[in-house]
């Protein structure tokens, strides 16, 4: 099994601050990662797929980057809609999530 | 509009059975891989299976192989989990989602989950 682990496991930042995610995974997934975020009482919402391709609706203040075994999820200005937990997923065996990360507004 | 809906959670007995239902809605529901993925009380996603559009293929993870069984009715519209043997451990919110594409193991659309609870 595919492990994704996330860091930090919480980020608080202020609005209009950069925030920025990060994923790594025990073997390489290649450019198969996909971003979610989930807030309290909701199902997750698809962010980012194909490491870099920003899903339908997807604001463009939302960034993936990276290959292989390290990746990155950037908010380029933060808004407050954007708190919650952010988690990436690896499909290139199958599907395992990351433990996730909270962003707290600050 | 896409929509999903899941149905048949609720308290069971460890050892018991629940079977989960997923109706589906606003897209050609026989061309897509379907699954299910569930989220324990305060803890992060886990997958546990997938179907593909016509049926005849499955995969579950580890955790739930040979005690839980997925499966669909093209013709309504409907995904299903038989959950059997359950543990607290599979006590979790359970939510359906479809792929992206036919075949994509990521996840655009997702129902609004449904809490299923084992204990005695």
């Known amino acids: 099994e595919i492990v994704m682990t996330q860091s930090p496991a919480t980020l608080s930042v202020s609005p209009g601050e950069r925030a920025t995610l990060s994923c790594r995974a025990s073997?390489?997934?290649?450019?198969?990662l996909a971003w979610y975020q989930q807030k309290p009482g909701q199902a997750p919402r698809l962010l980012i797929y194909t490491a870099s391709t920003r899903a339908t609706g997807i604001p463009a203040r939302f960034s993936g980057s990276g290959s292989g075994t390290e990746f990155t999820l950037t908010i380029s200005s933060l808004q407050s809609e954007d708190f919650g937990i952010y988690y990436c997923?690896?499909?290139?065996?199958?599907?395992?999530f990351g433990g996730g990360t909270k962003v707290e507004i600050k | 509009e896409v929509q999903m809906l899941e149905s048949g959670g609720g308290l069971v007995q460890p050892g018991g059975s629940l079977r989960l239902s997923c109706a589906a809605s606003g897209f050609t529901f026989s061309s897509y891989a379907m699954n299910w993925v569930r989220q324990a009380p305060g803890k992060g996603l886990e997958w546990v299976s997938v179907?593909?559009?016509?049926?005849?293929?499955?995969y579950y993870a580890d955790s739930v192989k040979g005690r839980f069984i997925i499966s669909r009715d093209r013709s309504e519209k409907t995904l299903y989990l038989q959950m059997n043997s359950l543990s607290a451990e599979d006590t979790a919110v359970y939510y359906c989602?479809?792929?992206?594409?036919?075949?994509?193991?990521?996840?655009?659309?997702w129902g609004q989950g449904t809490l299923v609870t084992v204990s005695s």
């Open positions: 997923q690896q499909y290139n065996k199958w599907v395992t």
């Open positions: 179907i593909s559009g016509s049926g005849g293929n499955t």
């Open positions: 073997q390489s997934v290649s450019s198969n």
């Open positions: 989602a479809k792929g992206v594409y036919s075949g994509s193991l990521f996840f655009d659309y």
